[in-house]
């Protein structure tokens, strides 16, 4: 019954006989016959047919949504007694930055589970410090995170994207009029960092040091109160992208940041240690590549 069940739900999906067949690899006249099967074994129609076309019998319509449901439980449930079967879990374990958004990570995600179900994905947040110390002590297989240091042959150190850095301010400042902005330049308006208490000397560091930054810093724990502060006028907000486009609205604006005159660069990478290069720590490493290309 449960292979009926997935030739029933095959057909419902397609809405179609014949594509349903080709997805369940079997012909046409086999896969209307194990329905026919199922309805019989059931004792009611779950497809009012139509000549070539069919439609979902109310007692159907209620059977196909809570056969999806039993589905996905007996799925679980074969997943989680393998684990059990095998003595051992399949984990990856991958850092990613706590104020970070990436549309490419999260359709590398979507398409490594859809493809390899049985492994469970754990997703650790952290700042760069934090991830590296995931990294370094092998509580994370693979990280996400922007490169601050040198590369080192302990790790792959692969490149996945080069971003540009700009800086976020609201939109009535006069500052916001310029075409870009020097960080020379921006010495008297208080820079605002994203960082917990315990990272805020690491984070203010790193910004004064590397990228230049010579005015006050203030802190926000989270990305959110960041823009409320720059809204508000307390200051601005040096961010990564590859354009000046945002979709929050007309009150913040997007400005480039330079350093002279070229504008500033961050690289965006993933990192795993050589020594851990793992079926699966490859696997997401090239599907999250081909994302960024």
């Known amino acids: ?30 896969i209307s016959q194990q329905i026919k099967a199922l309805e019989q074994e059931l004792g009611f129609s779950l497809l009012e047919r139509q000549n070539r076309k069919f439609v979902l019998t109310p007692a159907g319509e209620h059977f196909y949504k809570k056969s999806l449901i039993l589905i996905a439980d007996y799925e679980q449930m074969c997943s989680e007694a393998a684990k059990i079967a095998r003595g051992d879990e ?17 359709q590398a995600l979507e398409e490594f589970s859809e493809k390899y179900p049985r492994v469970d994905l754990q997703l650790l947040y952290g700042n760069h410090e934090d991830l590296f ?4 002590t092998g509580g994370a297989d693979l990280v996400v995170n922007d490169q601050r240091r040198a590369f080192s042959d302990e790790y792959v150190n692969l490149i996945l994207a080069t971003n540009k850095m700009y800086i976020e301010l609201a939109a009535r400042n006069p500052v916001a009029e310029l075409s870009s902005v020097t960080v020379q330049e921006l010495k008297n308006i208080p820079c605002i960092l994203v960082a917990s208490k315990e990272q805020q000397a690491t984070e203010k560091e790193f910004y004064q040091t590397i990228i230049g930054i010579q005015s006050e810093i203030l802190f926000a724990e989270n990305l959110e109160e960041a823009r409320m502060m720059v809204i508000s ?10 354009g000046p486009v945002m979709t929050f609205g007309t009150s913040i604006r997007r400005v480039p ?37």
């Open 257 to 293: 940041l330079c350093r002279g005159e070229e504008q500033i660069t961050r690289n965006y990478c993933l990192f795993w240690k050589k020594d851990n290069s793992g079926y699966y720590v490859e696997e997401f490493a090239d599907i999250l590549k081909s994302k960024f290309e």
């Open 133 to 136: 110390d995931l990294l370094r």
């Open 1 to 30: 019954m449960l292979r009926q069940v997935r030739y029933f739900q095959a057909v419902v999906r397609n809405n179609s006989f014949s594509e349903a067949a080709e997805e369940c690899h079997i012909s046409q006249s086999a």
């Open 90 to 106: 399949a984990i990856l374990k991958i850092g990613y930055l706590r104020n970070h958004n990436s549309p490419e990570v999260h």
């Open 233 to 242: 006028g307390q200051g601005f907000l040096p961010v990564e992208g590859n």
